[in-house]
């Protein structure tokens, strides 16, 4: 890895532009395939809810934009919990279920997510604001969806219309999201191994840890190699900016960063240890835009891992536990019509093709 960094990064000038421009057309060749969204589930869609509840997009951007200018660091917060959410049993907000059973914890509790995720508060207090106006209409898994877009707005990154429609796990496991999730020391064999698992290719790999352009870090998971270059070489503190320079803006100063041996995660840094991913992180570093729809279109992707749609799940009506059981609660579509749900994971995702232009709402 260290060998093709150095080699690669000392050798500028001519061959290095050549490889680049080359780099762009294999990368457009392979983005250009995916050029229209579409989906082949019809029941997840753009703009599903603009019948049944056409302000619930508005009120995830208005509150949304409402935290943000609280404390900026709520961005970056949700677009990881959409992350953790979409990589265990898909995209089905199970990773907001509280544990129901002491002797089975759910996914908060997992190793990767406990005193690490946040952003928790913040969808149940949307799903309050929604539920006001249209109860039950809105899953809690559209809600991280659409959150999410908005950070990538909010941090100035591209504008995308998500697809929705999907809707609400019953379960969460800890013991899931332990074994899903990797680890920020994974090596990129074991990184693409994971994704690839979940329909997601080497391209979509570089340009979903892109999302590592803002939030921060704790401080006991940056490489030893690069803590004097981050803040946590600072006495007392504990946590570093992913993208040193850079770290609020949704931008391809990530990808530059990591060209100049600056990746603050080692599974950031493994994106340098093949060639043809260096290539991709040096076509992304060299064209913003490049980046910008590659980021859509894979983040379209991860959006449709596992999904719950039509009369699958349910529509929670608090997102951090499952609706009650039985008549009591006229809005269980489980005891209503009793289905078998048939295991999710890993499940061949909605393909997409290509990326969203303009918003819903
Ligand atoms: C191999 C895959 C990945 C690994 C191992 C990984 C690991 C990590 C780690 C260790 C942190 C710091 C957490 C902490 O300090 O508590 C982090 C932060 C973050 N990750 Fe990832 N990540 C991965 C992929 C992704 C993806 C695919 C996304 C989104 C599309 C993402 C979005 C973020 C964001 C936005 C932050 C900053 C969070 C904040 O500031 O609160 N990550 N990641």
Redesign the pocket.
Known sequence: MAIIRENCVRDRGLILALVVMNLCLASVHVIGQTDIPTTTDPLLSFGFYATSCPRAERIVRDAMHEYYLNDP?HA??I??L??HDC?VQGCDASVLLDTADPKEPAEKEAA?NL?????FELIDDIKSRIEAICPRVVSCADIIALA?RE?VLLTRGPRFAMLTGRRDARTSSAARAQRD????D?DYDT?TK??RSRGLNEVD?AA??G??T?????C??VRNRNVESTTCSNHGNH?TD?DIGSGGIFDNHFFVNLRRGRGI?T?DDALMSRLNSYLRVTAFAYDNELFFDQFVSS?LK?SSIGVLTGVDGEIRQNCSVVNGPGPLNPFNDEVVTPRHHPPRHPKKPVVISGRATGSQS
């Not at 005193?115 to 952003?119: A, E, K, P, V």
């Not at 999730?181 to 920020?184: K, W």
Request: proline residues 10%.
């Open positions: 660091r970056p917060a677009l990881r959409f992350f990589f990767p005193h690490s995720l946040r952003g999410a950070s999730i990797p680890l920020p994974a990184i994971s994704f790999v979903l840890l999302a590592h803002i939030g921060r870090s704790q006991k998971f946590t992913l995660l599974v983040l991860m």
